[in-house]
């Protein structure tokens, strides 16, 4: 079953200018990831920020986590074509025996126009 | 490159018929999870394996079994094959997590499967 939620399902914009995904959850987690996958392919650890972080940078990627109201948005500025792919959060949990396990939204597909 | 390698790639295989996907986690990761993405169900969570034992059971069918070898290499066995078995399969890996915070969990390429 699906933890998070993305939002927007699908986001179109022109290259340079800057793209939020928004992703809630509804339990409680000890990291939330984030991974980009292009069409069909494998999927691609972005960042991760845990849940005693607030925000984290990596490169063009900005991600917030508000545990408070169990929201996290990943910002991608001057975006360009090849960002183009579904963005998925995924959040991480410890449960009893040791198991530590991702659940995953349904993605946002983010085109970027040239 | 994430460092876990997933074979085969591809395979096309019939209804009823069994398969088996490998995997091989990054060096050093004890942890080796599957997943299966569907276009109906997104991306779902099967097995985790720690150092050989399992760990968590997910949304795995009992038709689906996994094991994890001394090498640390997983094995994913899916059998009397349907239709809806068709999916891109996935296998992920993690170092031990030294503190709560988690550690990031990386995914091979994935291993495509249609049955026909």
């Known amino acids: 079953s699906q933890q998070g939620e993305e939002d927007p399902q699908a986001l179109s914009i022109q290259e340079g200018e800057n793209a939020t995904m928004n992703c809630s959850y509804k339990t409680s987690i000890n990291n939330l990831q984030w991974y980009r996958q292009n069409s069909g392919r494998g999927l691609v650890h972005l960042i991760l920020?845990?849940?005693?972080?607030r925000e984290k940078h990596s490169g063009r990627l900005r991600v917030t986590l508000d545990t408070s109201k169990k929201s996290s948005s990943l910002l991608i500025t001057a975006s360009r074509a090849a960002d183009t792919a579904s963005y998925f959060c995924a959040t991480a949990a410890f449960s009893g025996a040791g198991s530590y396990q991702l659940t995953f939204g349904k993605g946002t597909k983010l085109s970027v126009i040239p | 490159d994430s460092g876990v390698t997933q074979t085969p790639k591809h395979l096309i295989t019939a209804t009823g018929q069994r398969v088996t996907l490998r995997c091989s986690p990054r060096s050093g990761d004890l942890s080796v999870y599957w997943y299966q993405q569907s276009l109906d169900q997104g991306l779902q969570f099967l097995i985790q394996?720690?150092?050989?034992?399992?760990?968590a059971k997910g949304n795995i069918l009992e038709r689906f079994s996994a094991q994890q070898f001394p090498d640390l290499h997983s094995e994913l066995n899916l059998s009397s094959l349907e239709l809806g078995d068709s999916a891109l399969y996935f296998c992920a890996s993690s170092a031990v997590a030294r503190y709560r915070g988690g550690n990031t969990i990386y995914f091979g390429e994935g291993s495509w499967l249609t049955v026909v």
């Open positions: 920020i845990r849940s005693n972080e």
């Open positions: 394996y720690y150092n050989g034992e399992e760990r």
